[in-house]
């Protein structure tokens, strides 16, 4: 069974950093793109970043791009989000989620971990 | 860049009734990429549809999707207690990016 758990959200101040995780289980972690898609309150979906499955590629969305770093270590089978330099609208909840290849839809998510940025 | 459009924001109906959802492209979606995910309350999405019509492993059959370049629309035939939720289409593509539509909220009337 697929499994994605993800831990690391909390309160920071504006300019602040946190450090989301993403721990995989029932599937080959490194032969799958990943995701990060976020959710402000109350709001719609917004992908965030994604990488590839040997972690050799990265790639962000223009709001985060510069402040957001994605990577993975696939010896742990765990997806990581580096968030720096955060802002109010950086607010959500944070999921993972596994890509079908080749960038295809997400066919599993994680639960998602709150991330509130404020004074 | 395409964005998507879902209509209507909110569509309230009975238990038993038919749901028709719409999401429409603002350009041809490339080979009908399209996917439907469905949200409840506090969870994260789950996958329903994907390719426009197909539907995802362990999905009831009153679930379908279907259309293709620019008008797609997501039915539920027969609607459960279980399927109150937010409905959400997606773009992909072979491309990185994920684009979703704002969302349609089924609602019990």
Known sequence: ??????SGGGLAQPGGSLRLSCAASGFTFSGYA???V?????KGLEWVSAITGPGDRAYYADSVRG????????????LFLQMNSLRAEDTAVYYCAKRIPDWYYCDYWGQGTLVTVSS | EIVLTQSPGTLSLSPGERATLS?????????????????????????????????????????SGSGSGTDFTFTISRLEPEDFAVYYCQKYSNS?????GGGTKVEIK
């Not at chain 1, 976020?38 to 109350?42: E, N």
């Not at chain 1, 402040?67 to 765990?78: A, E, M, P, V």
């Not at chain 2, 990185?96 to 979703?100: A, H, I």
């Open chain 1, 1 to 6: 069974e697929v499994q994605l758990l993800e």
């Open chain 1, 34 to 36: 990943m995701s990060w």
């Open chain 1, 38 to 42: 976020r959710q402000a309150p109350g």
């Open chain 1, 67 to 78: 402040r957001f770093t994605i990577s993975r270590d696939n010896s742990k089978n765990t």
């Open chain 2, 23 to 63: 999401c429409r492209a603002s350009q041809s979606v490339t080979n009908n990429y399209l996917a439907w995910y469905q949200q409840k309350p506090g969870q994260a999405p789950r996958l329903l549809i994907y390719g426009a019509s197909s539907r995802a492993t362990g999905i009831p059959d009153r679930f």
């Open chain 2, 96 to 100: 990185p990016s994920l684009t979703f």
